[in-house]
C-alpha cells in the first residue's frame, strides 16, 4: 500500500482486492498518526494468552525461522512478541551473541512499529528513516533493510511479528514477502495448536479433579452407609431365626429384601470409578468354573425363594480352570441373576449354565420375565440407563459395571432377548492354559 522508501510516498497506490491480493504485501509507510498499540491493554491480554511470552525455544518454531533464513536468503530471521516494554524473542536464526542468549531488546524495535498494522512492514533501507536510527537492532548489529509480518490473532490482535533482517540494503521481492507472510501464518497455527493442546489438557485435568471428588465423595457415603445397613442386617438375620409367623414374617421379608437391594446399590456406587478408564485392579486366582457358578448361585438362592423364583445351576462334570477375581466375578454374577429375578414372576425359573468352548467358558444367566424390546437392547450396558418402565429401582450401573469387570478379565458379555419371552445374558471367562512339566 503506502511507500516506505524513498522511491515509494507514504499513499495508497493499489486498490485492496481482498487478503491474498498482491496490495497486502506490497511496502506501508509509518503513518505518525496511527495509535500506538503497544501499550493497549487488549492487545497485552491477548500476547498473554498466546503462551508464547518468556517461553524457552521451541524446535516447531526454531524450524520456521530457519527456513525463512534458507528461502529468502536473509542472515537473520526471528519470531518476535511484543509487550508493553520490550520485544522478546520467541525464535530466531542468525543472531550473535548476546542478543542470542538474551533473547529480548528492552524499548524501542522494529516490531514496535510491526505491530500498528495488519499489513507487513517493508524497510529496503533503514537509513531513510530518522525513527529508526535509536533502535538497537540498527546500532548493534547494523541493520540496514526489514521485512516484518505482523502475527494477528483470531481476535484481530497483532502479538509481535515473524521478520528478515539484512546487514546491506536490498529490495524485498513480492515473492520473499509472500514466503514470510505463509510462515508467519504457520508460526500462528503453530501457536493455535498449543493453545488447544493447553485446553484440552486443563479440560482432562479438570475431569480428573472431579472424578476424584465423585470417588471421594462415594467413599465417604458408602461409609456411612454400610454402618448402620449393616446393623439392620443382622437384626433381621436374629430375628429370622426367632418364631416369626404372619404379617411379622412378611415384614422381616421386606426388611431382608430391601437391606440386600441397598447393599447391591452401595456396591453398584463404589464398584463404579474404579472400573473408569481401565484402572480396575484383579486379584485373579484359579477356581474350577463350575464352582465359581454353583457358589454364586448358593448366594442368591435366598432372594430368589422368597420371590418364589426357581433358581437352577447347570454345568458339565468336568469344567475347566479359570482365573479370576473370585469378589468382583460374584459381583457380575449377582447383578445378573439378580436382574433375572426382579424381571421374573412366581413360578418362573432362572438357569444359570457353563459350558466349555475351546479356550473359553462361557455362563449364561436365562430368565423367562417380560424380555427387552429390540429398541433398547444397544442400550442395556450404558451407565445409568434404566429403561422406561415406571417404578424401576437401582442406579443403572449393573450391567456397565458387570460388562466392564468381564472386559478387564479379558472376556465379553452379551444379551439376547425377546419380548415375552424372557432375556440370556451370557459371558467369557479365558481358561487357564495348563502347561506341560
Given amino acids: 500500500m503506502s511507500g516506505s522508501s ?11 482486492t481482498g487478503p491474498s491480493s498482491a496490495a497486502a504485501h506490497h511496502r506501508r509507510g509509518l503513518d505518525p498518526d496511527l495509535a500506538d498499540l503497544r501499550h493497549d491493554p487488549h492487545r497485552l491480554a491477548a500476547v498473554r494468552a498466546s503462551g508464547l511470552l518468556d517461553t524457552p525455544p521451541e524446535e516447531s518454531f526454531d524450524r520456521l525461522t530457519r527456513l525463512a533464513a534458507r528461502l ?9 512478541v511484543v509487550d508493553d516494554e520490550r520485544e522478546f524473542y520467541k525464535s530466531s536464526f542468525g543472531f550473535p551473541e548476546p542478543i542470542a542468549t538474551i533473547r529480548q531488546v528492552v524499548g524501542t524495535s522494529f516490531c514496535e512499529y510491526a505491530i500498528r498494522s495488519t499489513l507487513p512492514l517493508v524497510l529496503d533501507d533503514v537509513t531513510q528513516f530518522p525513527e529508526f536510527q535509536q533502535i538497537p537492532q540498527v ?29 546491506q540494503t536490498r529490495t524485498w521481492t513480492d515473492i520473499e514477502r509472500d514466503v514470510m507472510v505463509e510462515l508467519a501464518e504457520s508460526a500462528l497455527r503453530e501457536m493455535r495448536l498449543r493453545l488447544a493442546l493447553a485446553r484440552a ?37 436374629i430375628l429370622a431365626q426367632s418364631k416369626l409367623a404372619g404379617p411379622a414374617r412378611q415384614v422381616l421379608g421386606s426388611v431382608t429384601s430391601a437391606a440386600t437391594s441397598m447393599a447391591a446399590l452401595i456396591a453398584d456406587l463404589t464398584n463404579a470409578p474404579l472400573a473408569d478408564g481401565g484402572r480396575l485392579p484383579l486379584d485373579r486366582q484359579p477356581i474350577q468354573a463350575d464352582r465359581l457358578m454353583r457358589d454364586s448361585v448358593a448366594v442368591l438362592g435366598t432372594v430368589a425363594q422368597r420371590q418364589g423364583i426357581g433358581l437352577m445351576a ?17 459381583r457380575v454374577f449377582a447383578n445378573l441373576i439378580g436382574n433375572a429375578i426382579k424381571f421374573s414372576t412366581p413360578g418362573m425359573t432362572v438357569h444359570v449354565r457353563a459350558r466349555a468352548e475351546a479356550t473359553m467358558v462361557r455362563f449364561s444367566i436365562a430368565d423367562q420375565g417380560v424380555g427387552i424390546a429390540p429398541n433398547d437392547l444397544p442400550r442395556v450396558f450404558e451407565r445409568f440407563w434404566r429403561g422406561n418402565e415406571e417404578g424401576r429401582i437401582g442406579t443403572g450401573l449393573g450391567l456397565a459395571i458387570a460388562k466392564e469387570i468381564v472386559e478387564a478379565h479379558g472376556g465379553t458379555l452379551s444379551v439376547a432377548s425377546e419380548v415375552g419371552a424372557g432375556s440370556t445374558f451370557s459371558f467369557t471367562v479365558p481358561v487357564v492354559v495348563q502347561t506341560s512339566t
Avoid: K, W
Fill in 6 to 16: 524513498p522511491h515509494h510516498p507514504s499513499a495508497e497506490d493499489r486498490p485492496d
Fill in 72 to 80: 529468502i536468503h536473509a542472515p537473520a530471521t526471528f519470531l518476535s
Fill in 139 to 167: 546500532q548493534e548489529l547494523g541493520v540496514r533493510s526489514y521485512l516484518g509480518v505482523p502475527l494477528v490473532t483470531d481476535s484481530g490482535d497483532v502479538i509481535g511479528s515473524f521478520c528478515a533482517v539484512d546487514m
Fill in 201 to 237: 489438557e486443563r479440560g482432562v485435568e479438570s475431569a480428573q479433579r472431579t472424578a476424584r471428588s465423585r470417588e471421594q465423595i462415594l467413599a465417604v457415603v458408602a461409609h456411612d452407609l454400610r454402618t448402620p445397613l449393616g446393623t439392620v442386617m443382622i437384626g433381621a438375620h
Fill in 314 to 330: 447347570d454345568a458339565c462334570d468336568t469344567m475347566p480352570i479359570v482365573a479370576v477375581d473370585y469378589e468382583r466375578m460374584l
